[in-house]
């Protein structure tokens, strides 16, 4: 048996040695389908440390990694689903209107510590002739400035590329909630390895329209990805 498969199993057992001994792991239940990555369901595992090893896929199990607390970091357990599709609801409304404007369908928005919806905003480059304007970035500037963004959480339809990855870098945003990471995977797991909280939702809805997108729109995708 694989030894990460061997410390799941052991972690879902409650067994000395497995994931949910290690420091720093949960494991949450969820139903099948409420959250996953990629075709993995069943159960949630959170990493923050070396013993979660983070990249390594387990066979019905979600991955979301959570970075090690320290005295200066107060953040909030692990979000729950309800919340998480709520505030992806969001960034998707934004998505569809950036589709609607003749726009790349990906929308954000960037929630604040509380809960408070700061901004939001969709990828504009082809309505503002501006390559720099993606989505990520337009819920950031549309947020305004804030004294900080400790423990603040972004929210995006798509896995956020590395442009967008730098920023929730450079600004310490807390937490990313990602919708989908099928149709591009971009800079959440080197996120996740910098203790940036991942949450990886693997959205039909967010699929469905960026696949039907880059379909019928192969030129403009590659234009936006750098490629």
């Not at 099948?32 to 923050?48: A, F, K």
């Not at 107060?74 to 992806?88: G, H, I, S, V």
């Not at 971009?186 to 996120?191: A, F, K, M, S, T």
Request: charged share 25%; with cysteine.
């Amino acid at each position: 048996m694989h030894p990460a498969d061997r410390a799941v199993q052991g972690a879902l057992a409650g067994e000395e040695g497995g994931l949910g001994g290690a420091d720093g792991i949960e494991v949450q239940d969820f139903a099948e389908g409420e959250c996953g990555h990629g075709h993995l369901h069943g159960r949630r595992v959170d990493s923050s440390s070396g013993g979660g090893m983070p990249g390594e896929y387990f066979p019905h199990v979600a991955l979301v990694f959570r970075p090690q607390q320290s005295e200066d970091m107060d953040l909030e357990d692990p979000m729950d689903r309800a919340t998480a599709r709520a505030w992806l609801a969001t960034a998707v409304a934004e998505a569809r209107a950036g589709l609607a404007e003749g726009g790349i369908p990906i929308g954000a928005a960037l929630y604040g510590a509380d809960g408070t919806l700061l901004g939001r905003g969709h990828n504009r480059r082809v309505q503002d002739d501006d390559p720099s304007m993606h989505a990520e970035t337009a819920a950031f500037r549309n947020a305004g400035r804030q004294r900080s963004y400790r423990g603040t959480t972004m929210v995006t339809t798509l896995s956020p590329c590395w442009y967008c990855s730098g920023l929730v870098r450079q600004f310490g945003i807390s937490r990313v909630v990602v919708g989908e990471a099928a149709t591009f995977h971009g800079g959440h797991d080197w996120l996740a390895e910098h203790g940036v909280r991942i949450v990886l939702l693997d959205d039909d809805e967010c699929i469905a329209m960026m696949r039907d997108f880059i379909k019928n729109h192969p030129a403009l995708w590659n234009e936006d990805i750098g490629e």
